[in-house]
């Protein structure tokens, strides 16, 4: 069985490795943080003009029609470059919200735009607490004739300064979903935004307070009751791409630290002679490695449309969580003092791994999602089996 990549892929891989080495250097990143909004604007036309903003957009609404595989690659590249820019709110999530609702009148309305960059858009979904499941949008959506009125606030929204369209999902009803999931102008009346004081600064969040805002019942996207439907295959999605831009700055890390270990001198010799530090840079290789397994795993487990991608989704995102802590924290440890400061650029990908580590589901999580899986597919095993003949 081939496990390589196709040249096509590779060839997009090189692409988005080539551009971002141009565009998102660490002095280029440390200028974008001092952009009102976080990141170039010039940057973000180029992307668009490279068609990367519609890379998993069906071709029919002006996409390239490629799949997860693809987008994990250049998520890949852009956790290796610390690229900052809603490149992730807008494609990774807002995008797969739309078109996981199936209604082609509201990805016509929406995906042409998004592909082609005229339009950038993100997803509100976390209150007070960072759950992924129906049970954490308690924020309302009360009826008012053909349309609802929405009140209430949500937390670590990605770029929605920069965003001129929110998804956002409010409580329609009770039962197992319940929820309802709303596309709603930036600038409507009664949204409000305060920018969050961020770790990550190449990740910027909100928060998004909404005080009575109208909406007509042409907003709802998807089915009125049935958010979790949209917003459930979009956050496997995401959890996937958060996954693989962790493992892009994990990978960055272990980079970074060869290179110094080969020319930091102590003692007389490069520290990469001495044993700790050589066991440490091939425990870090080994956890890169098991995470690119698992990310791509899981990325050709959405694609195929597995049955396996809900365990491959939660293995992935459950390992690299903690892989890439402990790859960037070894780094720091190998950079020693160095690492710790500002301007030392290693603390740019160790930023960007945290920021992910609990976005989408955190390490435990997962790993209950994976226990839960595993114990259903024993149940039904053991379900299917025949009784025993009577002795």
Not at 119 to 127: P, S
């Amino acid at each position: 069985m081939d496990f390589d990549f196709t040249q096509e892929q590779v060839m997009l891989r090189n692409l988005a490795r080539e551009f971002l080495a141009r565009e998102s250097t660490p002095r280029a990143v440390r200028a974008a943080l001092l952009e009102p909004r976080g990141f170039s604007d010039a940057t973000w036309q180029q992307m668009a003009e490279m068609g990367l903003p519609g890379l998993a957009i069906d071709a029919g609404y002006g996409g390239q029609g490629l799949g997860m595989i693809e987008l994990a690659l250049v998520l890949d590249e852009m956790g290796r470059a610390a690229y900052p820019g809603p490149y992730f709110a807008s494609t990774v999530l807002a995008a797969s919200v739309i078109a996981a609702s199936g209604h082609d009148n509201q990805m016509a309305r929406y995906l042409p735009d998004l592909a082609h960059g005229r339009m950038r858009a993100t997803l509100a979904l976390i209150e007070d607490a960072p759950l992924w499941t129906p049970s954490g949008v308690k924020m309302l959506a009360e009826r008012r004739g053909d349309g609802f009125v929405l009140s209430g606030v949500k937390r670590l929204v990605p770029f929605a300064e920069a965003a001129d369209l929110v998804l956002v999902a409010a409580r329609t009803g009770d039962g197992a979903d319940g929820t309802t999931v709303f596309a709603i102008p930036s600038d409507s009346p009664g949204l409000s935004m305060t920018p969050n004081v961020e770790m990550d600064r190449t990740n910027r969040t909100s928060t998004v307070i909404f005080e009575g805002v109208v909406v007509g019942s042409d907003a709802v996207v998807g089915e009125i009751g049935r958010g979790w439907s949209v917003v459930g295959p979009a956050l496997r999605r995401a959890a996937v791409g958060a996954a693989a831009e962790m493992l892009g700055a994990s990978r960055r890390c272990l980079e970074m630290s060869v290179e110094y270990a080969k020319v930091r001198q102590q003692f007389g010799q490069p520290i990469g002679m001495f044993q700790a530090v050589k066991h440490m840079c091939a425990e870090m290789l080994l956890e890169v490695e098991n995470a690119h397994a698992a990310v791509y795993y899981a990325a050709w487990a959405l694609d195929a449309g597995s049955p396996d991608a809900p365990l491959a989704v939660a293995a992935a995102k459950g390992y690299v969580s903690d892989a890439s802590r402990k790859v960037c924290g070894s780094a720091i440890q190998v950079h020693g003092g160095i690492g710790f400061t500002w301007e030392y650029d290693l603390h740019l990908y160790f930023k960007r791994a945290k920021h992910f580590e609990p976005l989408y589901g955190d390490a435990d999580f997962h790993r209950e999602q994976a226990l839960q899986l595993m114990l259903e597919r024993a149940s039904a095993s053991e379900a299917t089996k025949e009784p025993a003949l009577a002795s």
